[in-house]
């Protein structure tokens, strides 16, 4: 065994995963051997899901069954709506409601306790991935002073979200574009909130404490976030009146970062973002308003220009993402819980099959403390 300190676990391989798989030199994320292209044009969020709970992509009939199954269980029960609405009414930030919303529902599920059996692992993981939607649309529709809107089973995943947040069935356009975003979000190999989720399913928790750990990782700034950062730095180059490219000149030279720029694996842009940058493009085209995508297109060109890309800062998921999200209607302290309703399909599928061959995650820690302390009695000290 070494003793070389490896600080944030950077580099050290923990598991093997036949889930999602990140190549960041060429800028390439494939889930279970499918190009995340190929899946976010040609599949929906529901098939992705599948793919990754079972390995394969489902054939109709299949699809047609498991998309039923998901939507049968969007409904919560009233006592987890009445706390959402209580959380929403205490002014609580959005993803500790979702955190605590979903810790809840372990209490209305029978199967909550049966974390060594991998079907009803996923059993249960179908159930939050369902009703997670339903929770974070009746706490926003609260935040707003409306009522919440129950599902609507004849929607899709993505759809009946927009429908439940806005109480009105979404285009089609606005709802392909948010079922891509939600596909491109499912997975993304071993970060911070999957491996917090697989680190509390080691130990045979309920995947239910898996998820919630999950959000809880995923609220910190070093890892969600950055959407909305990037959402509301182009507020704030809105509210300036000043070119796009002049307020980013000024910004760097006052030091600061620009969001959306940089990943921790990626060296190049992005796939997700080519994607996102398109998605954007046809949302642009259907409302007529092209302001955000003028601002980041110009944002985008200028630092490339400036050498960043070639130094492996390139523009990231979340350069594109809040715009999309803005373009729909979605509040900017939105962005990360939806987030987390995507991931939370990618949390499931790697607790499951970390479980199957399960090995409780322990590392250690050098100590650094002092050596040999005398102790006093509380009375001589």
């Given at each position: 065994?070494?003793?070389?300190?490896?600080?944030?676990?950077?580099?050290?391989?923990v598991?093997?995963?036949?889930?999602?798989?990140?190549?960041?030199?060429?800028g390439?994320?494939?889930?279970?051997?499918?190009?995340?292209e190929?899946?976010?044009?040609?599949?929906?969020?529901?098939?992705?899901?599948?793919?990754?709970?079972?390995?394969?992509?489902?054939t109709a009939?299949?699809?047609?069954?498991?998309?039923?199954?998901?939507?049968?269980?969007?409904?919560v029960?009233?006592?987890?709506?009445?706390?959402?609405?209580?959380?929403?009414?205490?002014?609580?930030?959005?993803?500790?409601?979702?955190?605590?919303?979903?810790?809840?529902?372990?209490?209305?599920?029978?199967?909550?306790?049966?974390?060594?059996?991998?079907?009803?692992?996923?059993?249960?993981?179908?159930?939050?991935t369902?009703?997670?939607?339903?929770?974070?649309?009746?706490?926003?529709?609260?935040?707003?002073?409306?009522?919440?809107?129950?599902?609507?089973?004849?929607?899709?995943?993505?759809?009946?979200?927009?429908?439940?947040?806005?109480?009105?069935?979404?285009?089609?356009?606005?709802?392909?574009?948010?079922?891509?975003?939600?596909?491109?979000?499912?997975?993304?190999?071993?970060?911070?909130?999957?491996?917090?989720?697989?680190?509390?399913?080691?130990?045979?928790?309920?995947?239910?404490?898996?998820?919630?750990?999950?959000?809880?990782?995923?609220?910190?700034?070093?890892?969600?976030?950055?959407?909305?950062?990037?959402?509301?730095?182009l507020?704030?180059?809105?509210?300036?009146?000043?070119?796009?490219?002049?307020?980013?000149?000024?910004?760097?030279?006052?030091?600061?970062?620009?969001?959306?720029?940089?990943?921790?694996?990626?060296?190049?842009?992005?796939?997700?973002?080519?994607?996102?940058?398109?998605?954007?493009?046809?949302?642009?085209?259907?409302?007529?308003?092209t302001?955000?995508?003028?601002?980041?297109?110009?944002?985008?060109?200028?630092?490339?220009?400036?050498?960043?890309?070639?130094?492996g800062?390139?523009?990231?998921?979340?350069?594109?993402?809040?715009?999309?999200?803005?373009?729909?209607?979605?509040?900017?302290?939105?962005?990360?819980?939806?987030?987390?309703?995507?991931r939370?399909?990618?949390?499931?599928?790697?607790?499951?099959?970390?479980?199957?061959?399960?090995?409780?995650?322990?590392?250690?820690?050098?100590?650094?403390?002092?050596?040999?302390?005398?102790?006093?009695?509380?009375?001589?000290?």
């Amino acid at each position: 065994m070494t003793d070389e300190l490896k600080r944030g676990l950077e580099g050290v391989l923990v598991a093997e995963s036949d889930l999602s798989y990140v190549d960041g030199e060429v800028g390439k994320l494939v889930y279970r051997g499918y190009d995340i292209e190929d899946l976010a044009r040609g599949a929906s969020y529901e098939e992705v899901l599948y793919l990754l709970w079972h390995g394969s992509l489902p054939t109709a009939a299949e699809l047609d069954a498991f998309a039923a199954d998901l939507a049968a269980e969007r409904e919560v029960d009233d006592d987890v709506v009445e706390t959402v609405r209580a959380l929403a009414d205490a002014g609580e930030r959005p993803m500790a409601a979702l955190r605590t919303a979903t810790s809840m529902l372990s209490a209305y599920d029978d199967e909550a306790d049966e974390a060594d059996d991998g079907e009803a692992t996923l059993r249960q993981g179908r159930r939050i991935t369902a009703k997670i939607p339903t929770v974070l649309a009746a706490f926003e529709r609260v935040r707003q002073g409306e009522e919440p809107v129950a599902p609507a089973p004849g929607l899709s995943h993505a759809g009946n979200f927009l429908y439940m947040l806005t109480g009105t069935e979404p285009d089609a356009v606005s709802e392909e574009t948010f079922d891509m975003a939600l596909t491109l979000h499912a997975d993304h190999g071993l970060n911070a909130s999957t491996f917090t989720a697989m680190v509390i399913g080691s130990t045979m928790a309920d995947v239910y404490s898996g998820v919630t750990g999950g959000i809880g990782a995923l609220s910190g700034p070093l890892h969600g976030g950055a959407n909305q950062d990037v959402m509301e730095v182009l507020h704030e180059v809105d509210a300036s009146s000043k070119d796009p490219v002049q307020w980013v000149k000024d910004a760097r030279d006052e030091g600061r970062r620009i969001p959306g720029f940089g990943h921790r694996v990626y060296k190049v842009k992005d796939p997700r973002a080519n994607i996102l940058e398109e998605k954007l493009r046809d949302l642009a085209d259907s409302s007529g308003d092209t302001k955000w995508l003028d601002y980041t297109t110009a944002i985008e060109e200028y630092l490339t220009d400036q050498g960043l890309v070639e130094k492996g800062i390139a523009p990231n998921v979340d350069f594109y993402s809040g715009s999309v999200y803005d373009s729909l209607g979605i509040p900017v302290d939105m962005y990360t819980p939806i987030f987390a309703m995507s991931r939370a399909g990618g949390w499931i599928a790697h607790v499951a099959e970390y479980q199957e061959d399960n090995r409780l995650i322990r590392p250690r820690a050098r100590y650094t403390g002092p050596e040999d302390a005398e102790f006093v009695p509380v009375d001589e000290r």
